[in-house]
């Protein structure tokens, strides 16, 4: 759950800043980021920001926004699989609306290219650098067979042939829903596996 909700972060940073816009369903006058490719059977943890959000309600109602919640609870997640922490400064604005239509073009895609990848950082202002150890985060969490079978299956050589066959047990060339590792060394545990397993030829993503 701490890889997901760090990613739910993260996709609600990139689409109108932090402001739980990621979180709201689809409404007349909103269309639903959730529904978006990205995040769509993809991203996860929504009912734990709910939990947490009617629990601080119950002791505090009215003063706590959901994009708050969400922001401390990515950095607790992050802390709590011994990954970094940092301080969270609170008093973010929930926004009544939220875009599909931003989602999909501002958060980044499995099937982009590098070029995409550091102009979509660079609109945030992140540079190409800050884009890479962002990535760290897929030292934790999961990935869908069909966001990495293209890979697996094309007797590339910037894949480990091994690993591709180790994947290739879970992961039919068609792709599927399956879920993988993203860092099949240290599943659980934040640390820098991600870019090691890299350098390796064994990255998923
Ligand atoms: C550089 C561009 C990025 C691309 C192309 C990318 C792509 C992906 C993909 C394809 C998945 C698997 C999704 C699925 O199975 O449907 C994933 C998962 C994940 N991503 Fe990224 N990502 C990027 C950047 C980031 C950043 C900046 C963060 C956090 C700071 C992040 C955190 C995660 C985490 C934690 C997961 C696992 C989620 C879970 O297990 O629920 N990613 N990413």
Redesign the pocket.
């Known amino acids: 759950m701490?890889?997901?909700l760090?990613?739910l972060?993260?996709h609600d940073c990139f689409v109108q800043g932090c402001d739980a816009s990621i979180l709201l369903d689809e409404a007349a006058t909103t269309t639903s980021e959730r529904n978006a490719a990205?995040n769509r059977?993809?991203?996860?943890?929504y009912e734990v920001i709910e939990a947490a959000k009617s629990e601080v309600e119950k002791i505090c109602p009215g003063v706590v926004s959901c994009a708050d919640v969400l922001a401390v609870a990515a950095r607790d997640a992050s802390f709590a699989v011994g990954g970094p922490s940092w301080t969270v400064k609170l008093g973010r604005k929930d926004s009544t609306t939220a875009n599909r239509a931003l989602a999909e073009s501002d958060l980044?895609?499995?099937q982009?290219s590098l070029e995409v990848?550091i102009s979509?950082?660079a609109n945030k202002g992140l540079s190409a650098r800050d884009?890479?150890a962002?990535?760290g985060?897929?030292t934790?969490?999961?990935?869908?067979c069909?966001?990495?079978s293209n890979r697996i299956y094309s007797n590339g050589s910037n894949i480990d042939a091994g690993f591709a066959s180790t994947r290739k047990r879970t992961c039919p060339a068609s792709g599927n829903g399956n879920?993988a590792p993203?860092d099949l060394v240290t599943p659980n545990s934040f640390d820098s596996n991600y870019f090691k397993n890299l350098i390796q030829k064994e990255g998923s993503?």
């Open positions: 701490a890889a997901s760090i990613r972060h993260f990205p059977d993809s991203a996860r943890g980044p895609g499995f982009s990848l979509q950082f884009m890479v962002l990535s985060s897929h934790i969490g999961q990935a869908r069909l966001t990495f879920l993203l993503s």
